[in-house]
């Protein structure tokens, strides 16, 4: 049986996961550069040691509602075919291990970009895991920005199957 | 491999590189002795080694050039274009079996008896009349043949001492036997080749004989110590990065020196200053390469194109020790073999047509580099027919890039600008050499890519020139940093003409003293000695409003509205003008604040930024904060400071005909235009072939999409944009009740479409009139009087593209997915 290692962190109260081996570092926050007339889903530009990376509000990306005032948010590092890419989190998880006969796909009733960058839930003991597809969160082009509001419905629809 | 072959063939793949370029201008030159003596030794050279290394294939067929080319040096033979010909092929076959001893480390599977049978007859030819030269071609072949023994013996002795390593080893019995086995059907030549071997033995054993330092001066035993090494390029690169990564360290260092008030400190890091520039110059030094690198290859090309055209083409180089950066010299290669190329197959016409024509029936094309403002012009220029701006109009109406009224109306240089455009061709036949229609849109493409520009000049019947632009690096520049809604932004200096600082008094009364910021139809302007400067206001270029809004000291009116007219002059305090120069249009650019000037790293943005066209990059600064530097033509494109037309697809590239059309439309002034209501004061127009449909729909069907207003139409969902947010305009009681219907001009792209809902459809008109330039928004063309308004010409996808960005751009919508 086998088994894979998930870094977890947390958006809206909604458990998510990244497999670890993408990841390439947790950071706190960091002063960022915005950059206007971007996607909306872009927050700025990061200096993360003489390297310049893109940082991804996933929030924002994944249709949820802001982050409420006041929170700094934290940074996920991943890789990417293009170089780093820092997703901007609520809150971090611990890294867990989980067997993937565990893993389900998401719902037909998922629809829209959301069900384009969930790979599948895992049904943990006590809520579920969400696997976010890192390379497809990355993938913004300004097309996208207009069709994360349908996002936002379709999320919804996670929460009625989670059971929230 | 082994580390000796290795540098074997680096060093044989240079000396290939300069033997093309030598066989070339010996063609025109076969007098010159000292090039014959060069050409010789430079296969002399490989044919030692790889006889050393054990290459037997390789060693026939230089061998077989080498006898040719000792019977051309000892005057027995002249050269003539088929020798010529015959001693490029052998060139070709080496280069072959380099590349087949590189990637396997044999020396290939061919023999190559057929060339080494032509080099052998080519060899054994009686002395021809010469064709090749005139003059003075007599007296050099009645040169005594009695000498020719001697001289044989001498360079092959001189050979011998000045490479004893290559030639010892195979010794000259080695070297006979191959030989022999080579040609046997010629009976004629095994007699040759035994005297010969006779000679060489001969030679060797008396090397002291040979007065090799006086014939030779150029022999191969160094003089003077070896002063160069070889280094890989990776270093180079990894260096340059480190030295990157130096200076970005260095401009931190520096403004914490500024803040600690430490006298030994700031000594420390003025010194580290220094040495940080400095070794930055050095290094990039390093990377600089001659041009001339890339270019000897052309003489080359251009002879085998000439031969193939059935042209007469001489080749004129100038400033080959231009030097640029190794990534800018590698990215125009392929950018300039096309231009030369085109230059040769549709600009140099038949020596037959020349003649007719008057001029020399041997065309001339010229290559000249140089600097200029910190970048490097390199000019291709020949004097052929020039281009023809009515078959470039014909085949533009053709293909549909336009219409007739705009062709007619088209100057010269926007249409020779035409054949940019993907898929165009004048050429009447396609050859193997040009006229797919693939390549000037490539090269435009191409020298866009790394910063550059290309520009066509073209005078029927005198010759055509291609101007193309290039930065000298990409890596490190220097850029003014300026500020902007409390963000820091680096304008790279190229760019740049000057600044300009208008204090609070000088602005505040522009009207009176006319020195101030002015207003031409709700467009601001500044006389900058005396001519009327466009400005673009930064903050709203980038769509960064309500920033400024909150930073008090700030009071430029955002909205430069003919309502907003006092205001601006009277709450301005003081105000920075970048004066700053796109595709050859100057415009002022308003900042809040100008900071300095730094050495910045230009970074390049991650690909979820690429379709940002106001920036071209990013650096990190000193406080290590990221900034974004401005690109330039992007941010003038923009805000339409510069027509269009000049700078096509500069950072919409995918626009195919659809745009290309739109862009001419703006220089061209006679169109169908529909005119709609935007307030109840406000006119405007849209050129009808931007207008896919016209539609009216209830407003209860409008629905949202989160922030994005949409509407079903036709099985899609189609967002929808609103002229009156975009241009605000003040509307009466009537017009905000009048909740019967919305008008939308449907406005497609590709898959893509977009729904604008102005006030009211007035009228479709057929419309001559003046376009005036005054109004700089993004999305509005200029103005003009219709039916008794001022009406503004609206540019519908930049208007949307500036509205929303994006809703336009990227990848097309995945319908399959929903």
């Not at chain 2, 803040?259 to 290094?283: K, P, W």
């Not at chain 2, 909740?739 to 449907?746: A, H, R």
Request: glycine share 8%; hydrophobic share 40%; proline share 6%.
């Amino acid at each position: 049986m086998t088994s894979q290692q998930f870094c977890t962190f947390f958006l809206d109260g909604y458990l998510f996961g990244v497999p670890v081996l993408q990841v390439q570092e947790v950071i706190r926050f960091q002063p960022m550069t915005p950059v206007p007339l971007a996607p909306g889903a872009i927050e700025g530009l990061i200096n993360l040691r003489g390297q310049i990376v893109v940082a991804i509000n996933l929030r924002r990306r994944l249709g949820l509602g802001n982050r409420p005032e006041g929170e700094l948010p934290m940074n996920v590092v991943v890789r990417t075919d293009d170089g780093a890419v820092s997703l901007l989190v609520d809150e971090i998880g611990d890294v867990i291990e989980v067997e993937e006969s565990t893993l389900e796909s998401p719902p037909e009733t998922l629809r829209g970009a959301v069900r384009f960058m969930i790979l599948g839930v895992h049904k943990l003991e006590n809520r579920l895991l969400h696997v976010l597809d890192t390379d497809r969160a990355c993938q913004i082009s300004a097309a996208e920005t207009a069709a994360a509001p349908a996002a936002q419905q379709s999320f919804e629809s996670i929460a009625a199957y989670a059971g929230r | 491999m082994d580390e000796i072959v290795k540098d074997f063939l680096i060093e044989s793949g240079e000396n290939l590189d300069r033997l093309d370029q030598e066989l070339v201008q010996l063609e025109s030159e076969p007098s010159s002795t000292e090039l014959l003596a060069s050409v010789f030794r430079t296969i002399h050279t490989i044919k030692g080694s790889c006889g050393f290394l054990g290459f037997a294939r390789l060693e026939k067929v230089t061998h077989a050039g080498e006898s040719l080319l000792s019977r051309l040096r000892d005057r027995e033979l002249t050269l003539n274009s088929e020798i010529t010909s015959g001693l490029l092929a052998m060139v070709d076959a080496v280069r072959h079996m380099l590349a087949a001893i590189q990637a396997s480390g044999k020396d290939g599977e061919e023999d190559y008896v057929p060339l080494i049978q032509l080099l052998a007859r080519l060899r054994d030819e009686p002395a021809p009349e010469s064709p090749a030269v005139p003059g003075n071609s007599a007296a050099l072949q009645q040169l005594p043949t009695v000498a020719t023994a001697e001289s044989a013996a001498k360079t092959e002795a001189e050979t011998a001492v000045a490479s004893p390593p290559s030639s010892s080893p195979a010794g000259p019995k080695s070297r006979g036997k191959p030989r022999r086995r080579k040609n046997p059907p010629n009976p004629d030549n095994v007699g040759e080749v035994v005297a010969h071997g006779a000679q060489e033995a001969q030679g060797a054993a008396h090397p002291a004989e040979a007065p090799a330092p006086q014939t030779m001066p150029e022999s191969r035993l160094p003089d003077v110590p070896v002063e160069t090494i070889r280094v890989g390029v990776t270093l180079l690169d990894r260096l340059m990065n480190l030295v990157g990564e130096l200076v970005l360290a260095r401009n931190q260092l520096l403004q914490l020196s500024g803040c600690l008030q430490d006298v030994g400190f700031q000594a420390v890091s003025q010194r580290m200053n220094l040495i940080a520039t400095e070794l930055h110059e050095e290094v990039m030094k390093t990377r600089m390469q001659p041009i001339g690198n890339i270019w000897s290859k052309f003489p080359r090309t251009v002879r085998d194109l000439a031969l193939s055209c059935h042209k007469e083409v001489r080749l004129e180089m100038k400033g080959q020790d231009t030097e640029l950066d190794r990534t800018i010299i590698e990215a125009i290669k392929d950018p300039l073999t096309h231009l030369i190329r085109n230059a040769m197959d549709h600009g140099i016409e038949e020596p037959e047509a020349r003649r007719r024509a008057g001029k020399d029936p041997t065309g001339t094309l010229s290559l000249r580099a140089f600097h200029e403002g910190g970048q490097v012009n390199i000019e291709i220029t020949d004097d052929g027919a020039g281009l023809n701006g009515d078959r470039i109009r014909q085949k533009a109406l053709e293909r549909g890039l336009i219409t007739a009224p705009q062709a007619a109306r088209m100057p010269d240089r926007d249409v020779f600008n035409l054949i940019f455009l993907p898929g165009f061709s004048t050429a009447e036949k396609v050859t193997n050499v040009s006229g797919r229609g693939v390549g000037m849109d490539v090269v435009k493409t191409n020298v866009e890519k790394i910063g550059g520009a290309v520009d066509i000049q073209s005078t029927p019947g005198r010759g055509t020139t291609v101007r193309v632009k290039i930065p000298l690096t990409l890596a490190i520049v220097p850029a003014l940093i300026v500020t902007c809604g409390g963000e820091r932004f680096a304008i790279p200096q190229v760019s740049l003409s000057e600044l300009v600082r208008l204090d609070s008094e000088e602005s505040g009364d522009g009207e009176k003293s006319g020195k101030g910021i002015e207003l031409v139809w709700g467009a601001p302007v500044y006389r900058l000695r005396g001519r009327l400067l466009p400005l673009v206001y930064l903050d709203r270029e980038l769509a960064m409003r309500a920033d400024t809004r909150d930073s008090a000291s700030r009071s430029i009116p955002l909205e430069p509205n003919p309502a907003d007219l006092n205001s601006i002059n009277l709450s301005a305090v003081n105000v920075n003008i970048v004066v700053l120069q796109a595709e050859g249009q100057q415009f002022g650019l308003i900042v809040d604040e100008i900071i300095d000037t730094e050495e910045i790293v230009v970074k390049p943005l991650c690909r979820q930024l690429k379709g940002v066209s106001a920036f071209s990059g990013a650096t990190i600064r000193g406080d290590g904060r990221v900034a974004l530097i401005l690109d330039v033509p992007g941010l003038a494109q923009r805000a339409q400071v510069i027509a269009e037309a000049h700078a096509p697809a500069h950072n919409t590239p995918a626009h195919d005909e659809n745009r290309s059309a739109a862009l001419a439309e703006t220089v061209c002034d006679e169109r169908a235009l529909l005119l709609a209501e935007n307030g109840s004061e406000g006119r405007v127009a849209i050129p009808l072939s931007t207008v896919a449909r016209l539609e009216e729909f209830p407003p209860t069907l409008v629905e949202r999409a989160g922030s994005q207003e949409v509407i079903q139409y036709r099985g899609q969902i189609i967002p929808l944009v609103r002229l009156s947010e975009i241009i605000p305009a003040t509307r009466d009681a009537e017009m905000l009740s009048n909740t019967g219907s919305i008008q939308v001009v449907v406005y497609a792209e590709g898959k893509r479409t977009v729904g604008l809902i102005v006030d009211r459809i007035v009228d479709i008109v057929e419309e001559r009139a003046t376009v005036e330039s005054l109004n700089l928004r993004a999305g509005v063309v200029g103005s003009f009087v219709t039916q008794g308004h001022v009406t503004d010409l609206l540019d519908v996808p930049a208007l949307v593209r500036a509205a929303v960005p994006g809703l336009l751009d990227g990848p097309e919508p995945e319908t399959e997915r929903i």
